[in-house]
């Protein structure tokens, strides 16, 4: 079952602008976790964020979580080229041995 | 190099035939887990496993089977119940529980002749 939904679907930048991404879920966590995805490629994990954290900072990745708003934003600052990928933000599933369920994702141009 | 290898990367199946997907991991993971990826969308949960000789169906498990024999090994069969199997097959691993971080595969794409 597909907690997380992305918004926006797509989205296209230029280099150097920041790229925001939100996700929105249903029911509690105890984690929320985003992951990247290069066309045809695995998925490789960005970041992981608690239900006790409201922010959290990877390099040029910035996750914000509001459990209240049950909703986590991802902040890419200065986007590069290379940035040009998928990005699925997942949750535990409670009913399936906490396997992660994954949102539809938003698809992220960044053009030179 | 440790991580998840997938084989293969792409592969054909014709009608009534059974199709077997390699995942292997050397990671020394727990549990392991099977996804399918269709066009634009999400990823959906088929099987997962936590341990070595049990595994569990997940959301789309129709059509598919596993085995666990080996802590390194999830092989997944796409079978001819499966209708519309032509997706990208995501194969993923964890310590323990997936509400940790995944490593993934590279992938398989699977395509009807």
């Known amino acids: 079952s597909q907690q997380g939904e992305e918004d926006p679907q797509a989205l296209s930048i230029q280099e150097g602008e920041n790229a925001t991404m939100n996700c929105s879920y249903k029911t509690s966590i105890n984690n929320l976790q985003w992951y990247r995805q290069n066309s045809g490629r695995g998925l490789v994990h960005l970041i992981l964020?608690?239900?006790?954290?409201r922010e959290k900072h990877s390099g040029r990745l910035r996750v914000t979580l509001d459990t209240s708003k049950k909703s986590s934003s991802l902040l890419i600052t200065a986007s590069r080229a290379a940035d040009t990928a998928s990005y699925f933000c997942?949750?535990?599933?409670?009913?399936?041995?906490?396997?992660?369920?994954f949102g539809k994702g938003t698809s992220l141009l960044v053009t030179p | 190099d440790g991580g998840i290898t997938q084989s293969p990367k792409y592969l054909f199946r014709k009608e009534g035939q059974n199709v077997t997907l390699s995942c292997e991991q050397n990671?020394?993971?727990?549990?392991m887990y099977w996804y399918r990826q269709d066009p634009g969308q999400g990823l959906r949960l088929i099987y997962y496993?936590?341990?070595?000789?049990?595994?569990q169906k997940g959301d789309i498990a129709e059509g598919y089977s596993v085995s666990r024999e080996k802590k390194e090994s999830f092989p997944l069969t796409v079978t001819s119940a499966q209708k519309n199997p032509t997706a990208f097959y995501l194969c993923?691993?964890?310590?323990?529980?997936?509400?940790?971080?995944?490593?993934f595969g590279s992938g398989t794409q699977l395509s009807v002749l």
């Open positions: 990671l020394n993971h727990d549990a």
């Open positions: 997942a949750t535990e599933g409670w009913d399936s041995g906490y396997a992660l369920n």
């Open positions: 964020i608690r239900s006790n954290e």
């Open positions: 496993s936590q341990i070595v000789n049990d595994f």
């Open positions: 993923a691993s964890s310590p323990v529980q997936a509400n940790e971080k995944l490593f």
